[in-house]
C-alpha cells in the first residue's frame, strides 16, 4: 500500500499450407467484426471471402467488407465454405477470414506519456486472465466504457488472439493494450502519476457501491483461477468487494471488470 499521493499474442496455432500459400492461424482472424476492425486499423493484408448466391443481409456486410478491402488495394478471394471450413477448423468465421499483421501492443511509456496528469484516466489491469473469451469480453466492455487502456501481462496470461478479437465483436483494436514483464511495478509506476490502484477482490474491505473512484482510477482484476496474486493485491491502494445477496461467491472475470468500469463512468460520464 501506498500512504501518499504522486511523487513527483498471438498464440501460436498450427501451420495451415495449401496451394501457393502457408500461414500460421495467428496471422487470421475471422469473423466481420474482427475483420472490420482490421480493416480500419489497416492490419489487413488479404481476405477470403465465403462465395454465396445468397443476397441476405449477412451476404451484404461481407461484399461491404471486400469493397473495403479491394479500396485499400487488397486482394479478396471468393472461395467456398469448405474452404473456409478446412481453414479455422470449428471457429465460427461467419464466412470471412483476413490475413493480418500482428496485433499492435502499446508500449507502457508511450502510453504513460499520452496519458500524464491532470487528464482523468481509467485503466483496467488484468492479472492472469486465461481464457480468450474473457479477455475478449473485456476489451469490448473497455471501449464501450471508453477505458484509456488495458494493461496484461506478457507470460502466464492470454494474449490478443484471433479468438480474443472475434469476442470483442471487433473492439480489440479501439482500446490500447499494454503487455508488461511485471504486474508490481507497472502499478508502482502508475501510482507516481497519480493512478489509485483499487483491486476487486472476494476478501476486500470496501464495497463497490461505496468507493470513490478519483478521476485517475485502475480497476484491477484477478484470473479466472486463482485471483489476483499477493504481491499485486498487496501493491494496490485498496481491495474493493463485489457484493452479491445470493448463494454465488463471484461475478465473472469479464462481469467484475465491467462493473467497475460503470462505477467509474457513472461518476465522470464522457
Given at each position: 500500500?501506498?500512504?501518499?499521493?504522486?511523487s513527483?499474442?498471438l498464440?501460436?496455432?498450427?501451420?495451415?499450407?495449401?496451394?501457393?500459400?502457408?500461414?500460421?492461424?495467428?496471422?487470421?482472424?475471422?469473423?466481420?467484426?474482427?475483420?472490420s476492425?482490421?480493416?480500419?486499423?489497416?492490419?489487413?493484408?488479404?481476405?477470403?471471402?465465403?462465395?454465396?448466391?445468397?443476397?441476405?443481409?449477412?451476404?451484404?456486410?461481407r461484399?461491404?467488407?471486400?469493397d473495403?478491402?479491394?479500396?485499400?488495394?487488397?486482394?479478396?478471394?471468393?472461395?467456398?465454405?469448405?474452404y473456409l471450413?478446412?481453414?479455422?477448423?470449428?471457429?465460427?468465421?461467419?464466412?470471412?477470414?483476413?490475413?493480418?499483421?500482428?496485433?499492435?501492443?502499446?508500449?507502457?511509456?508511450?502510453?504513460?506519456?499520452?496519458?500524464?496528469?491532470?487528464?482523468?484516466?481509467?485503466?483496467?489491469?488484468?492479472?492472469?486472465?486465461?481464457?480468450?473469451?474473457?479477455?475478449?469480453?473485456?476489451?469490448?466492455?473497455?471501449?464501450?466504457?471508453?477505458?484509456?487502456?488495458v494493461?496484461?501481462?506478457?507470460?502466464?496470461?492470454?494474449?490478443?488472439?484471433?479468438?480474443?478479437?472475434?469476442?470483442?465483436?471487433g473492439?480489440?483494436g479501439?482500446?490500447?493494450?499494454?503487455?508488461?514483464?511485471?504486474?508490481?511495478?507497472?502499478?508502482?509506476?502508475?501510482?507516481?502519476t497519480?493512478?489509485?490502484?483499487?483491486?476487486a477482490?472476494?476478501?476486500?474491505?470496501?464495497?463497490?457501491?461505496?468507493?470513490?473512484?478519483?478521476?485517475?482510477?485502475?480497476?484491477?482484476?484477478?484470473?479466472?483461477?486463482?485471483?489476483?496474486?499477493?504481491?499485486?493485491?498487496?501493491?494496490?491502494?485498496?481491495?474493493?468487494?463485489?457484493?452479491?445477496?445470493?448463494?454465488?461467491?463471484?461475478?465473472?472475470?469479464?462481469t467484475?471488470?465491467?462493473?467497475?468500469?460503470?462505477?467509474?463512468?457513472?461518476?465522470?460520464?464522457?
Amino acid at each position: 500500500m501506498r500512504d501518499s499521493r504522486m511523487s513527483t499474442g498471438l498464440t501460436t496455432d498450427p501451420v495451415v499450407t495449401t496451394g501457393n500459400w502457408t500461414m500460421q492461424k495467428d496471422n487470421l482472424v475471422y469473423g466481420p467484426h474482427a475483420v472490420s476492425d482490421a480493416l480500419d486499423c489497416e492490419r489487413a493484408q488479404r481476405l477470403w471471402v465465403l462465395k454465396t448466391a445468397d443476397k441476405a443481409k449477412a451476404a451484404q456486410a461481407r461484399q461491404e467488407l471486400a469493397d473495403r478491402a479491394k479500396a485499400q488495394d487488397l486482394k479478396v478471394d471468393w472461395v467456398p465454405r469448405s474452404y473456409l471450413d478446412s481453414r479455422m477448423g470449428r471457429a465460427n468465421h461467419q464466412g470471412i477470414i483476413a490475413k493480418v499483421s500482428p496485433f499492435p501492443y502499446t508500449g507502457f511509456d508511450e502510453w504513460l506519456s499520452l496519458n500524464a496528469p491532470p487528464q482523468n484516466c481509467l485503466v483496467i489491469i488484468l492479472d492472469g486472465i486465461q481464457d480468450p473469451g474473457n479477455l475478449g469480453h473485456i476489451l469490448r466492455q473497455a471501449a464501450g466504457f471508453m477505458a484509456d487502456g488495458v494493461i496484461i501481462p506478457e507470460r502466464r496470461a492470454c494474449g490478443v488472439t484471433p479468438t480474443v478479437e472475434k469476442t470483442s465483436a471487433g473492439n480489440a483494436g479501439k482500446v490500447p493494450v499494454i503487455q508488461v514483464s511485471n504486474l508490481t511495478r507497472t502499478i508502482k509506476a502508475l501510482q507516481e502519476t497519480d493512478i489509485w490502484c483499487y483491486a476487486a477482490s472476494m476478501s476486500g474491505q470496501t464495497p463497490l457501491t461505496s468507493v470513490e473512484f478519483p478521476p485517475r482510477t485502475a480497476w484491477v482484476i484477478g484470473g479466472e483461477h486463482e485471483g489476483l496474486s499477493r504481491l499485486v493485491l498487496e501493491s494496490c491502494d485498496e481491495s474493493v468487494i463485489i457484493t452479491m445477496p445470493g448463494p454465488i461467491e463471484s461475478f465473472n472475470v469479464a462481469t467484475s471488470a465491467a462493473l467497475g468500469l460503470y462505477e467509474y463512468r457513472r461518476k465522470y460520464p464522457v
